[in-house]
C-alpha cells in the first residue's frame, strides 16, 4: 500500500514538472515571439492605416499597408541616427516619414525633389529643373488657380475689399513674386502666417523692371521673405498652386501628395531631412471604406465596406 502511495506521490511530482516545463516552454515561446515581432516591426517592417486623402487615389482613407523600413538604414530607438541604409530616397518614389514639425507623426507623401534639384510649380503644373514633371498619379479637386503670381512687371492694381498682397525673393532666379490672396476664411488667431504683407485692401501695387511699388514707393527688395524664411516660421498657406523656384538644400527632399489640391506638404512646411524618411509602403494588405469616400456609408453592411478590388495592391 505504501509503494502503491509513493508511486501516485512520484508521478504527480512528474506531472508537475512536465506542467512546469510546459509553462516555462510556453512563456520562452512568447517572449522570443514578442521579441521577433517587435525587431521585424523597429527594423524590418510595420503596418500603417492611412487617415486623410492627401495620396488619392494612389492611396486612400482606409488603406492599410505594410511598409518596409530597412531601406534607408536601421533606426537606432529613441534616437536620430540611423545604422546602414544602401537607397535613398528617388523622384516619383513614395516615401514615409516623421514629419518635420512634429516628429512623433508620420506621413506619407511622393517625392519630387531631391537635394540641389530646383522646384517650381506654375498654376498647378511642377517643374524640375525648369522642365515640366510628369505625373499621371496626380489628382485636382479645385479648378481654381490660387496664388496670383506677377513677375517682372505688373501693371497699377488696385487691392479689392478682399485681398494683401504679399511678396517673395525666390531662391532661384532674379524674378521676385507677389501673390494676391483673399485671406477669408483662415482663422485670425493665424495672424503670424501674414508677417510679410506689403499692401492692404485700397491700396495700390505695381512692379516695374523687377521692383515693387506700393502707392508709388519702392519696396527694398533686399527685405523681402526668401523661401527658406518661410519655412523658418512653420507654415504658409498661400502657395498651393503657384510656387518657387526654389533650391532644395543638401541633405533634404522635396514631398507633394497626390491629391494636390487637398495636401499639406513641403509646399506649406519645407523639405524633409533624410534623417526623417525611414521606410517605403509596399503592398495594401486590406482596404476599408470610410464615411469619407462613400455617403452611404451607414448603410453599407461590413462585408461591402472591405475593398476587394485593392487587396494586394502593389504600392507606386
Known sequence: MKKQKNQIDENAKNGNKRTAGRKSSFIQTLIVTVGIALVLRTFVVQAYEIPSGSMRMTLQEGDFLLAAKFLYGFKIPFTEASIGGWLEPKHQKISIFHFPLSPDRDFVKRCIGLPGDTVEIKDKVVYVNRKQYKEPYTQ????????????????????????LAFAI????????????????????????????????????????????????????????????????????????????????????????????????????????????????????????????????????????????????????
Request: aromatic share 16%.
Open 140 to 163: 485636382f479637386v479645385d479648378p481654381v488657380i490660387r496664388d496670383k503670381d506677377f513677375r517682372k512687371n505688373m501693371q497699377p492694381y488696385t487691392l479689392k475689399e478682399n485681398e
Open 169 to 316: 525673393k525666390p531662391d532661384a532666379g532674379n524674378d521676385l513674386i507677389v501673390k494676391i490672396i483673399n485671406p477669408k476664411g483662415y482663422p485670425k488667431d493665424q495672424e503670424e502666417f501674414f508677417f510679410s504683407c506689403i499692401a492692404v485692401p485700397g491700396q495700390i501695387i505695381e512692379m516695374r523692371n523687377n521692383e515693387i511699388f506700393v502707392e508709388d514707393k519702392k519696396i527694398d527688395s533686399s527685405k523681402l521673405l526668401t523661401f527658406k524664411d518661410i519655412f523658418a516660421h512653420g507654415y504658409w498657406p498661400v502657395i498651393r498652386d503657384n510656387f518657387g523656384p526654389y533650391i532644395v538644400p543638401a541633405n533634404y527632399y522635396f514631398m507633394l501628395g497626390d491629391n494636390r489640391d487637398d495636401s499639406l506638404d513641403s509646399r506649406f512646411w519645407g523639405p524633409v531631412h533624410k534623417k526623417y524618411i525611414f521606410g517605403e509602403p509596399l503592398i495594401i494588405y486590406m482596404s476599408w471604406l470610410t464615411s469619407s469616400l462613400d455617403s452611404n456609408y451607414a448603410s453599407i453592411d461590413i462585408f461591402h465596406r472591405i475593398r476587394w478590388n485593392r487587396l494586394g495592391v502593389i504600392i507606386r
